[in-house]
């Protein structure tokens, strides 16, 4: 797909396309309440369609499935039925690794598995927390996908987990609510937690409490849930407007949860104008974001900034090739075990655009420059570094040709028809 430079500056109101992880968990979460559960603005992509099939195929029926709106209905935890075959869950490390706690009390078989890239990805980070537990879990050799559960009971435990993953914690919160006693789970770093939000909107009995968080077994009850915009989705165009002078870009109905708004943060400090309007405070807060565009000055990221903008981090590069000085990410090595190496696939598009920027073990360092080239860059099957792509295009001043566009529908399928829009806007 060849993509060429934007002429004019983005100034625009935009809603974005429901969050993704709260979309999954409103679908992943319907397993465990009997009766209806209403998702208003759900995001409608291949990622949450794995989720989808995955509770259809344990009983969970979807009765209503307009653009806006869906309704689930779950026969509740204790009526669902093992799926009669394996579970595909293409792309999606969300579905696997939370329905991994989801299907760890269910009585029977479950079989995941996905497509290369997620069989490829780490899996040993939620058989290790949940064999503790004593669920009975087993992946490949190396701890990959395909995996297998034999649901039943399992007890509770205090679970001190190694990475700073909200994938992870949440698979572990999920099996507490089918445990025999309470669960408790210790973060290194917070991360997001929108788990636990919903969890508690629904009836748990969950506290957190300085880097704890501990779940009661015990029943929920359903409930209607408006998905907040995706910060993450939004913050190609947030970029976007922080890069081309004149910009200015309202984001509504946008999630602002502290766990997810890192990257803004980082924008401003960086010298964008960005401001913060919190509408909706709960179950899980949901505002305005405003992003106007600003002289760009280099920024050193750490290890605890990474999990609050960690789908981000392709952005702060192309950020900080045109931003004065020097942009240094350390302490995201989790970036290797994403759709793709993100790390690597961050640097090779942006030195293919001649940018100087060095790959580290756990990140990048990036020298800006007052300009990108053009060229031909690569997805490389991962639509975060799609996307980045086309933000690249728009702001560099040569024309680019992006290999594999298609992957951008896995969160985000109107991404083009936005890029359109904005772009006449
Ligand atoms: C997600 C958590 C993050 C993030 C992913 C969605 C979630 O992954 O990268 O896109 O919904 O919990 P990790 O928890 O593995 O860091």
């Not at 319907?30 to 344990?58: F, K, M, N």
């Not at 969890?199 to 077994?217: H, N, R």
């Not at 020298?367 to 991962?382: E, I, N, P, R, T």
């Amino acid at each position: 797909m060849k993509l060429f430079p934007w002429t004019r500056p983005l100034v625009s109101r935009f809603r974005p396309p429901g969050d993704k992880s709260i979309t999954h968990r409103a679908v992943l979460f319907s397993t465990l309440a009997e009766g209806d559960i209403e998702i208003y603005h759900p995001l409608d992509s291949l990622d949450i369609a794995a989720s989808l099939r995955l509770v259809q195929s344990v009983g969970v029926e979807l009765i209503q499935h307009e653009t806006d709106g869906w309704v689930l209905r779950s026969p509740g935890y204790h009526n669902l039925h093992e799926a009669d075959d394996v579970i595909n869950c293409d792309n999606s490390g969300t579905t696997i690794r939370l329905a991994s706690g989801i299907l760890a009390g269910l009585p029977g078989l479950s079989v995941l598995t996905g497509d290369y890239s997620l069989r490829r990805r780490p899996m040993a980070r939620v058989i290790e927390p949940l064999t503790m537990l004593g669920v009975d879990i087993a992946g490949r050799q190396a701890g990959l996908a395909p995996l297998v559960i034999k649901g039943g009971v399992h007890r509770g435990g205090v679970i001190a987990l190694p990475v700073a993953s909200a994938q992870v914690k949440s698979a572990v919160l999920l099996a507490g609510m089918t445990a025999s006693q309470a669960v408790t789970v210790q973060e290194k770093t917070p991360t997001r937690d929108h788990t636990e939000r919903f969890l508690q909107a629904m009836g748990a009995k969950i506290y957190s409490d300085a880097g704890q968080i501990t779940v009661e077994p015990g029943g929920l009850h359903p409930i209607a849930v408006t998905v907040p915009g995706d910060p993450s989705s939004a913050a190609f165009w947030a970029t976007l407007a922080a890069l081309l002078p004149g910009s200015s870009l309202v984001i509504e109905q946008v999630s602002v949860n502290p766990g997810r708004v890192g990257f803004y943060q980082v924008l401003q400090k960086m010298g964008a104008h960005v401001e913060f309007r919190v509408q909706r405070p709960e179950p899980d807060p949901m505002g305005e974001i405003v992003v106007s565009s600003g002289l760009l000055t280099g920024i050193s990221i750490g290890p605890d900034l990474v999990p609050s903008l960690i789908d981000e981090l392709p952005l702060i590069g192309l950020l900080g090739s045109l931003a004065r000085g020097k942009t240094e990410v350390r302490g995201a090595e989790e970036l290797r075990f994403k759709e793709s190496d993100r790390i690597h696939t961050t640097v090779a598009n942006l030195q293919t655009l001649g940018v100087e920027i060095k790959e580290l073990a756990d990140g990048f360092v990036v020298w800006g420059q007052d300009h990108l080239g053009g060229g031909v860059v690569d997805a490389y099957g991962d639509h975060r570094i799609g996307m980045m792509l086309a933000i690249a295009a728009a702001v560099s001043q040569k024309p680019l040709e992006l290999l594999g566009a298609d992957a951008i529908a896995i969160s985000y399928p109107q991404f083009f028809a936005d890029y359109k829009r904005l772009g006449s806007d």
